[in-house]
C-alpha cells in the first residue's frame, strides 16, 4: 500500500486547511485510513480514523473542529481541519490499516498554524 499526503501548509490561527490522501496499490483489504501528526521533539499521535464502512473517530482535541471523509472511489481519504490553533502546527501523515494496526505510512505533509 503506497500513500501520497499533500495539502499542508501555512495558515493563521482561526483558519482551515484540507488535508488529502490517497492510497495505491493492496488497497482492497484496508479495514480503515486515518490520520497521525507529529509536533517537534514529541512521538507521534493519532489525530483521526475512519474505517471501511465510514465510522469516524477523532481524539478529544480536535472534535468539532476537524472532520475526516472518504472520497467516492474509497481510496482517498480527506482532513478537513478548521478553527485552527497553534497547538495544531506538526507534521500530519495519512496512515492505513488491512486489519493489523496502521502499518502503512505516507510521508508526511507539514501543518503550521501562526498565531
Known amino acids: 500500500v503506497q500513500l501520497q499526503a499533500s495539502g499542508g501548509g501555512l495558515v493563521q490561527a482561526g ?3 484540507r488535508l488529502s ?10 479495514t480503515a485510513m486515518g490520520w497521525y501528526r507529529q509536533a517537534p ?3 507521534r499521535d493519532l489525530v483521526a480514523t475512519i474505517t471501511s464502512s465510514g465510522s469516524a473517530n477523532y481524539v478529544d482535541s480536535v472534535k468539532g473542529r476537524f472532520a475526516i471523509t472518504r472520497g467516492d472511489d474509497k481510496n482517498t481519504v480527506y482532513l478537513q481541519m478548521n478553527s485552527l ?11 492505513a490499516n488491512r486489519g493489523l494496526g496502521f502499518q502503512y505510512w505516507g510521508q508526511g505533509t507539514q501543518v503550521t498554524v501562526s498565531s
Do not use: N
Request: aromatic share 12%.
Open 85 to 95: 490553533k497553534p497547538e495544531d502546527t506538526a507534521v500530519y501523515y495519512c496512515a
Open 15 to 17: 483558519g482551515s486547511l
Open 41 to 43: 521533539g514529541k512521538q
Open 21 to 30: 490522501c490517497a492510497a495505491s496499490g493492496s488497497i482492497f483489504s484496508l
